[in-house]
């Protein structure tokens, strides 16, 4: 399995990225698949997640201005991010949970930065 995040970048407050995260190896409509950022000396947090049934989950925080989604035919998750605001700095990272041999197994892309200036 392997998981190609782009689409980081600088970008001032209120304006707009979308991050897209390009899987092999798997199937993403089989498995649940999430975003998740980290902030220099903070921990990893779950920013929004898509699970096999496509429903969808959002941190508090990004609820209104972040949106997942799937396309399927291209094996890629997506993270519309809009208004974006300087707190939302941090290292992207997509993720993939899949059920192997009884227990789940996370993978993880090589993550994308994400700045915004104020």
């Known amino acids: 399995v392997q998981l190609q995040a782009s689409g980081g970048g600088l970008v001032q407050a209120g304006g707009s990225l979308r991050l897209s995260c390009a899987a092999s190896?798997?199937?993403?409509?089989?498995?649940?698949m999430g975003w998740y950022r980290q902030a220099p000396g903070n921990e990893r947090e779950l920013v929004a997640g898509?699970?096999?049934?496509?429903?969808?989950d959002y941190a508090d925080s990004v609820k209104g201005r972040f949106t997942i989604s799937r396309e399927n035919a291209k094996n890629t998750v997506y993270l519309q991010m809009n208004s974006l605001k300087p707190e939302d700095t941090a290292v992207y990272y997509c993720?993939?949970?899949?059920?192997?041999?009884?227990?789940?197994?996370?993978?993880w892309g090589q993550g994308t930065l994400v700045t915004v200036s104020s």
């Open positions: 993720n993939a949970r899949i059920r192997r041999s009884g227990r789940d197994v996370n993978y």
């Open positions: 190896g798997m199937i993403i409509s089989f498995s649940p």
């Open positions: 898509i699970s096999d049934g496509g429903s969808t």
